[in-house]
């Protein structure tokens, strides 16, 4: 287990020494200073568990440098070290901010006590800073733009699931807004209110997934200094959201069964299993049949999450949608762009096979390259990029020569950019980095593509 840092600043060198040794000795790690300067010189790197700040300092005293630790960084843990005769300065940092203060000469255990809750309070609020940005971007209902045939269906089977409590599968292509769908019923259930939680599953290690999703006891593992929330638990109430779940790990599948089946979840290292209240929205553009009958997915695992299903439509199959999703977008960008009538007849030819997030990207690029602040058909013709679709006769039917193709094909076109690759091959990053493994090929420099 982790020991907690403490940073000391104390100006008496004896007193620094003495206060150094003894919390070493109780576990802790002590950087000491004889001023303020050199403190909030470290302050910018790593920031330590706690501070034990000194009331009288030579130049800048504690209560300058207590204000400016929590203006660096409001979660900032401060214990004052005070003389007699000085409560009141005391008082003053507490309503500053700081954490606790300490009469001298403090008694050892009183002061190891007071440094161990506040390394343990920061270590808290940086968990919930972290599960804050988990929740983020809940407020506004995500919007579906479209008044196609298509979309009409698909908004009527969004009406029907978000009345129901069963766990959700949400399949279409890459880039066709599978996460908006997922939003929009979470919005229109009766989980609302509560917190949609986003995991991307091709995103988190294989070695970190457990810890991710059901959370970690203190001391379950090297670098584990608190117990952490999983992101079951942070979802207790709400939904949580499986991002191209055909990347989960296997070793991780029957825990996810169980969390499912039975409502509980196990911290890693707990005794004990944990009661949570969650349904399960997932999302992939694979077809997860087939990764069962290949046996990549657990059966049970995909008739547990697939009790019910919803399809987005590609792009191509909505393209009455172009105008309305084109403008949507320009608006959103606050983009003064216009764009001509044949400009959107250039967009309509075009396949999409990025569906609505190429759309989007691509308008992004005409905004920039459109001269005299429109787009029009030439702009589109010039800087649409093309899909990545045989030119002619394909060179084989081989599935595995032909999967290496695209691979090479796609760093090509995208000069080695592996995520816009992964993007134009509708595939996780994850997955192209272990198709790359798996062909045996290897970037060339930045520039110059991909090679065997």
Partial sequence: MKSPRIHLVEDDATLRGVLAR?????????????????????ARGAAPDAWLVDLRLPGKNGLELLRELLAFDPQTQVVMLTGHGAVPEAVEAMRLGAHDFLTKPARLDVLEQVLRRAAEKRSLALENRRLRRVLDGQGALPELIGTSTPMHELRRV??????????????????????????????????????????????????????????????????????????????????????????????????????LQFGDVRPVGAESVRRVDVRVIAATHRDLRELVRVGEFREDLYYRIAALEVTVPPLRARRDDLRALALHYLARAGHATAIDEDAFDALARHDWPGNVRELENTLERFCLLAEGGRIDARTVEQHLQRSLEPSGPLPTLDLHVLERLAVIEALTAFKGDKREAARALGVSLKTLYNQIDRHGLRPKPAGDGASA
């Fill in 22 to 42: 003894e919390l070493d000795s109780l576990g802790f790690v002590v950087t000491a200073f004889a001023a303020a300067d050199a403190a909030l010189v470290a």
């Fill in 158 to 259: 969004i009406e029907r699931v978000s009345t129901s409590d069963f766990s959700l599968i949400v399949q279409g292509e890459s880039g066709t807004g599978k996460e908006v769908v997922a939003r929009t019923v979470h919005a229109k259930s009766a989980r609302g209110a509560a917190p949609f939680v986003v995991v991307s599953c091709g995103a988190i290690p294989a070695t970190l997934f457990e810890s991710e999703l059901f959370g970690h006891e203190r001391g379950a593992f090297t670098g584990a200094e608190q117990r952490r929330m999983g992101l079951f638990e942070a979802a207790d109430g709400g939904t949580l959201f499986l991002d191209e779940v055909a990347e989960l790990p296997r070793t991780v599948q029957p825990a996810l069964l169980r969390a």
